[in-house]
């Protein structure tokens, strides 16, 4: 089965946000940005963090010339995923079907089967006896694209990867598309059903998801932390996987590739706030982080 380029290069935190519920902040203390400098700890030259979002309106979508900057200043460009690695596509294809192209529809309550099915008959005109090969996540990714009210969407990760070609700097990931697939595959499938279901009500979920962008465009990674573990409580029973151990994972990547070379960092937003985000636990390395406006 072939889905749509866009549709696939949906990352973890693309996938998860959808849940959240609307916030509301519109100031932007000095503290706060989606770009930030790492210095200190014996390193030559600055490296970056810059936060993102995987699903945006291009009215909402900003490469801010700051960032761009510190990509082109910088050696080596770090996603979550090495979005130009060769095959890239087919293994995201591949980790997104059930094992043995089971359909996962049969383990389905009539009424939640109903809902689901229905949704995917209106909204893309095909319903579970195809798409229920899927595991229930990637049917979750293409529904987030039904929450945006614009035909077209950006992508942050890809524009930085064309940025990444222009500009003649290797991209790498921190993870693996295995593993970051496989994170998905540890949440018990009724629950994931669950998530299924809640996401048939489209316009609550257009409401939440505008609220999402604006705490994003409210450039404040701390609040947008804190937003995320308190209106999601289905997140937040994840938080260690999800979230935690993936920023632990990633820092000290970070402490070894930044003494040689000068790194552009763009990962999900949601992983720079927080006392056990990748900001914090890089000032308890040593470093100094400051942001950057932009």
């Keep these: 089965m072939k889905l749509q380029g866009q549709k696939l ?12 519920s609307s916030f509301t902040s519109n100031a932007q203390d000095v503290e706060s940005s989606l770009l930030w400098k790492i210095e200190g700890n014996g390193l030559s030259k600055p490296s970056y963090v810059f936060g993102t979002i995987h699903l945006i309106c291009p009215d909402d979508f900003k490469m801010f010339d700051a960032a761009k900057t510190a990509l082109i200043e910088s050696d080596v460009v770090y996603l979550e995923l090495d979005m130009d690695e060769p095959g ?12 043995g192209m089971k359909n996962f529809s049969s383990d389905l309550k009539p009424q939640d089967k109903e809902k689901i099915d229905a949704f995917f008959k209106e909204n893309f005109g095909t319903g579970l006896d195809q798409l229920g090969i899927m595991k229930p996540f990637a049917l979750m990714s293409m529904m987030y694209t039904k929450y945006l009210d614009c035909s077209a969407i950006e992508s942050y990760e ?8 222009e500009y003649e700097k290797e991209v790498k990931g921190f993870e693996t598309v295995e593993f970051q697939m496989g994170l998905f595959d540890k949440i018990p499938q009724e ?29 404040n990674t701390d609040n947008l932390y804190k937003y995320i573990l308190k209106s999601s409580p289905e997140f937040a029973a994840y938080e260690d996987d999800l979230l935690v151990n993936r920023n632990k994972n990633w820092v000290p990547i970070i402490r070894e590739v930044s003494q040689e070379q000068s790194m552009f960092i763009a990962v999900g937003s949601g992983h720079l706030g927080g006392k056990e985000g990748v900001l914090a636990l890089l000032k308890k390395e040593g470093y100094t982080v400051s942001p950057v406006k932009i």
């Design 158 to 165: 890809g524009t930085i990867t064309k940025l990444a070609a």
């Design 191 to 219: 629950e994931m059903i669950q998530w299924l279901v809640d996401g048939t009500d489209i316009q609550k979920n257009k409401d939440l998801f505008a609220g999402l962008v604006e705490a994003y465009l409210s450039k």
């Design 88 to 99: 890239f596509m087919g293994k995201m294809q591949q980790h997104m079907m059930n094992p």
């Design 9 to 20: 290069r949906i990352t973890l935190l693309g996938v998860l946000v959808a849940i959240l």
